[in-house]
Each structure stands twice: as structure tokens, then as C-alpha cells.
Antibody, heavy 122, light 111 residues
């Protein structure tokens, strides 16, 4: 059974750095074609893709946020960590992690965590 | 920038059929798979169509997907509408420069 769970602070201040952890089970990020991605959703708005890390440790970032994002994995611990620097109120959103299975962008986001709400406010 | 455009909202009556479109801004939408997600309020998205027209196990066959290269668009069709289908629906695809892209979402109202 595949599960993912996001964890991190609910409230952060502007200019601070946000660190989110995705803990997953039921699959291995070492398996060929496997990836974990982060997606966020501001209140009342659409889904926005942020970053993805694949089984080879290749990393991909949203072009609009790539200077502020870092994604990493701890395969042995089944964790994927996302950091977002220099936070601003516009980063207030629910952050989801999801599994992506498939190569070269072909895969779908087939399993999702329940999401974690993050508010950026002083 | 590669953008997927969806209608903001659609509505239809129970038992009827509705189609939600997803139009690519450039290139050919047929070059990469389109996937569709359903999101109910306060919940995480779930996949309802993958690889243009494939249904995951557990998704009713009332849900179907298609690609129309002539209009550079993908469509999600839901037949025999039920009140439980009321949700936001997102299309998603891949672009070599933008990577993974979601559409703006469509709110389906079943009334």
C-alpha cells in the first residue's frame, strides 16, 4: 500500500526558509522510473507544480521558483525534503507531495499525501 | 511558456454527460500524455484518467479521456453524472521547458 505524508511548520514568517518533509512507504525511490514531486495550492487557487526528484537523483524545478527551491532525498529513510527560501505571503498554500511513476515526464501523479497547510505571516 | 487552459466552471444535471476541455498553448498536446485529477473540497487530488484515456482501477467507466490533435486539446468526459462527481478537475501534462504543468482547474457543479 502506497502512502505519503507531508510534515512541516504551519506558520512561518516572511523572509524565513520553509522546510517540508515527505515521508512515504509502499515503494522505493531507488526503483527505476520512480519519482517524488511537490505541488502546492494557494487557498482557492489551482495546483502548481514545484519540484521533482527521481530515482537517479536528478532534480527538476519550477522555472518561476527555481532560485528559491531545493529538493533532496534520503532513500534509506524514505524521505524527500523540500526547502523554499525567502518566504513571502504569496507562498501561503497547502503543500502536497505525490509519487510519480514513469520516465521522461510521461508519468502521472498517482498517489498523493493529504497535504500540509503553510501560512506565511509576521 | 506552456499553459494548459481549462474552462473555469461547468454545470450539468444528474444523469447527463459533461465534457471538460484542456487546451495546450503551444506545440502539440499529443506529444506528451495528459492526465486528469479530481479534487473534492479540502481533499488531496486523486487521479481519474492517466495517459490520455486510461482509467485507474476503482474509477468508474463513466469517466473517459480523449485527445483532439486538430484543436490541440484533451477532454475529460463524465457520463451518467452523479452528485458525488461534483469537484474540481485538473488536467496535467509535461513540457520540455516547463516540465510538469497543471491546468487552471474546472469546477464541476452537478445540479
Amino acid at each position: 500500500q502506497v502512502t505519503l505524508r507531508e510534515s512541516g511548520p504551519a506558520l512561518v514568517k516572511p523572509t524565513q526558509t520553509l522546510t517540508l518533509t515527505c515521508t512515504f512507504s509502499g515503494f522505493s525511490l531507488s526503483s527505476s522510473g520512480m519519482s517524488v514531486s511537490w505541488v502546492r495550492q494557494p487557498p482557492g487557487k489551482a495546483l502548481e507544480w514545484l519540484a521533482l526528484i527521481d530515482w537517479t537523483d536528478d532534480k527538476f524545478y519550477s522555472t518561476s521558483l527555481k532560485t528559491r527551491l531545493t529538493i533532496s532525498k534520503d532513500t534509506s529513510e524514505n524521505h524527500v525534503v523540500l526547502t523554499l527560501t525567502n518566504l513571502e505571503p504569496a507562498d501561503t498554500a497547502t503543500y502536497f507531495c505525490a509519487r510519480v511513476w514513469g520516465v521522461s515526464g510521461l508519468g502521472s501523479f498517482d498517489y498523493w499525501g493529504q497535504g500540509t497547510r503553510v501560512s506565511v505571516s509576521s | 511558456n506552456f499553459i494548459l487552459t481549462q474552462p473555469h466552471s461547468v454545470s450539468e444535471s444528474p444523469g447527463k454527460t459533461v465534457t471538460i476541455s484542456c487546451t495546450g498553448s503551444s506545440g502539440s498536446i499529443a506529444n506528451n500524455y495528459v492526465h486528469w485529477y479530481q479534487q473534492r473540497p479540502g481533499r488531496a487530488p486523486i487521479i481519474v484518467i492517466y495517459e490520455n484515456n486510461e482509467r485507474p482501477s476503482g474509477v468508474p467507466d463513466r469517466f473517459s479521456g480523449s485527445i483532439d490533435s486538430s484543436s490541440n486539446s484533451a477532454s475529460l468526459t463524465i457520463s451518467g453524472l452523479k452528485t458525488e462527481d461534483e469537484a474540481d478537475y485538473y488536467c496535467q501534462s509535461y513540457d520540455s521547458s516547463m516540465f510538469w504543468v497543471f491546468g487552471g482547474g474546472t469546477k464541476l457543479t452537478v445540479l
